[in-house]
């Protein structure tokens, strides 16, 4: 199996869907809040959600969301990165809540080889999230270093079944 792609794998409009999906749990929704210092009630109070928000529930913090989403990607986009240059747009869609499952699928949108160092080139990708009921939760556009396959160094993938 491949680990990510050398800049001449990719192909302007390509998808590649990311498998598999994550079940957000309420432990992984509070976890993340306090690793990130994200201290609203929004997502750690049920009683305010209930009684104060228009979901009366909590929601899942939204970076948390985009993590994921950006997690499943790598195996499809970036696990050879050298770099992510750029997130250069995020959008929260629709909301996710504690049991919602997480899917995603990234789309080639552009890439060009460096004008500064031959042996690499920048890709473009727009990456979508799905919930479980297929609504689209968060979309986010980001710039990715790539090596080219005769700079890149030799990944486990690229060796021959049964040895060197």
């Known amino acids: 199996m491949q680990f990510g792609r050398y800049y001449e794998e990719f192909d302007v409009g390509a998808t590649y869907k990311h498998w598999p999906g994550k079940t957000i749990t309420e432990a ?3 976890l993340f809040c306090l690793l990130t210092m994200n201290h609203h009630p929004l997502h750690s109070d049920a009683h305010y959600a209930e009684t104060k928000t228009e979901f009366k529930r909590n929601v899942v913090v939204g970076n948390l969301v985009y993590s994921l989403a ?4 790598v195996a499809d986009i970036s ?7 750029e997130v ?3 959008k929260h869609e629709n909301p996710t809540f504690h049991g919602d499952t997480i899917y995603a699928e990234t789309t ?13 080139g920048i890709v473009t990708v727009e990456t979508r999230a799905f919930n479980q009921r297929g ?14 396959r005769e700079a890149g160094e030799l990944q486990p993938a690229d060796i021959p079944a049964g040895g060197s």
């Open 88 to 90: 250069a747009s995020l």
């Open 79 to 85: 696990g050879k990165a050298i770099a992510n240059l």
């Open 135 to 148: 609504e689209r939760v968060c979309i986010f556009t980001r710039r990715v270093l790539v090596p080219k």
């Open 108 to 120: 080639v949108l552009d890439k060009r080889e460096s004008s500064s160092k031959p042996d690499r």
């Open 28 to 30: 992984d929704d509070h």
């Open 70 to 73: 950006l997690g499943m990607s």
